[in-house]
């Protein structure tokens, strides 16, 4: 009598095959980035994740798509987030979808956000360079979701680690927090924050300081604290 055949073997093999986790901030659940991720063989846990979008092998990913990391980089909620990002020996940051939407551009077609917000191009490539040089972490530009997912799953083929889910957010001390409410006002960057509360104090002095000193201070910027005397 010949063998019989059993065909099933190889994918009894597969089926029991131990996929790789990938721990998924419960935030990207409605991301095409993680549907397609489970399409391409990997295990997706969601969980509540105070820093980073996507954990592979301890190495942490922050996700913006490419009007999203606009927006960020003006509101300066990413500053935040890549500080928070250094709790991870090893981190990125991937800027998704570039083959749909222009990051920047030196003509009239600039970016839809980065136009309407009054970006310019140089102040974009200046904040990529800070994120490389100041913060050492490594952007990677996608394409789209679909080319996102093919870069974590590259990651995921390294050697497996414990991921770490003891990163949290950072707590800010005082004077970060009196910076933090300076730099909510249109055009306060840090810099200039930094500097009114050095020559004024406190809040409270900025807020009742004659606008005349707060322009000898940081000049047309103090223009911005008429806001304070506007109706809601």
Known sequence: MKEILDIFSESKINVNKKKIKIITDYREKNSLVASELVHLGLEVEFRELKVADYLVNNIAIER???QDFISSMINK???RQLQELQQYQERLLIIEG???????????KENEEARRRGVHANA??????SITLNHKIPV?????????????WILSRKKEKE?????????LNKKERMQFILEGFPGIGPKTAKKVLEKFKTLKNIVNAPLEELREAI???AEVFKLIEEEY
């Open 219 to 221: 000049g047309k910027k």
């Open 163 to 171: 991921s770490s889910l003891n990163a949290t957010k950072k707590s």
């Open 124 to 129: 974009i490539r200046g904040f990529l360079l």
């Open 64 to 66: 913006k798509t490419v």
């Open 140 to 152: 990677i530009f996608t394409k789209n979701y679909e080319d996102t997912a093919k870069f974590i």
């Open 98 to 108: 570039i083959e749909e939407h222009e990051l920047y551009t030196d003509d009239a």
């Open 77 to 79: 909620r990413i500053s």
